[in-house]
């Protein structure tokens, strides 16, 4: 997700620094951006010069300081988890400028508490994207309790000016999005726990019955499993309703390793490059 953000901001002609804790991880990540924009040339959407000079709008850092004390905008993409979230807003606060709007890309995990960790919330908000990034239109817009309204208009001021269209919804765990998406990607994984129908039936059943673009297991593999079952942890904590437990299926193929494409294996097996 974060090499992803990063590019839709390059793309909206801002000078961005892509940072992470471990350079193969960041240079993963521009790896990934430059051939996003390849594929683009390839299309003619885009000559090699721009390619080259979009490029150019990237910097990266394996140094939270260096990284962050001049940012006018910090969007963090780090794992799903609140503690790790909390210390890395913790250090955004001592680092960033007084002015500096901490946004969180989390997909389910409550900006109120994000924001705590912070003596700016005020500052602090939910700027949820759409995996992927440079092609999926929406941002969820999530204000914390504290968040003010100067705050959500910049937000949405600049997923307008990257061609997104935000949509702001309240403070509750999944948000909109996840809340609704989620369950049904674990209701489609307890149809195969349950021995109903294997993957590749339950994902031909949605795209050819219910016209979706992509099964909902295939769509887990693309988002990573472990995203999945921490997002329903969140749910299933948050609102303490049995309907959104985690299929044991779910939580035994993290267990395992089996994170979907990026571990090379899910609910279908990857070749590196290929699906």
Known sequence: MGSGIAQTLAQSGLQVTLYDIELAAVNHGI????????????????????????????????????????????IEAAPEHMDTKKLLFKRLDQICRPNTILATNTSSLPITDIAAATKRPQLVIGMHFMNPVPV?????????????????????????????????????????????????????????????????????????????????LTLADFIGLDTCLAIMET???????????PCPLLRKYVQAGWLGRKSGRGFYIYEKGRG
């Not at 600049?158 to 948000?175: I, R």
């Not at 749910?235 to 437990?245: A, E, I, P, V």
């Open 235 to 245: 749910l299933h904590d948050g609102f303490g309703d049995s309907k959104y437990r």
């Open 31 to 74: 790896s990934s951006i430059g051939d996003n924009l390849s594929r683009l040339v390839t299309k003619g959407k885009m000559t090699g010069e721009q390619r080259e000079l979009l490029l150019a709008q990237i910097a990266v850092s394996t140094n939270l300081e260096s990284a962050a004390e001049h940012a006018e905008l910090v």
């Open 136 to 216: 999926m239109p929406l941002v969820e817009i999530i204000r914390g309790l504290a968040t003010s309204d100067e705050t959500l208009e910049s937000i949405q001021t600049l997923a307008q000016s990257l061609g997104k269209t935000p949509v702001e919804v309240h403070d509750f765990p999944g948000f909109v999005s996840n809340r609704i998406l989620m369950p049904m990607i674990n209701e489609a994984i307890y149809t195969v726990y349950e021995g109903v129908a294997e993957p590749e039936a339950v994902d031909q059943v949605m795209r050819l019955g219910m016209n979706h673009p992509m099964g909902p």
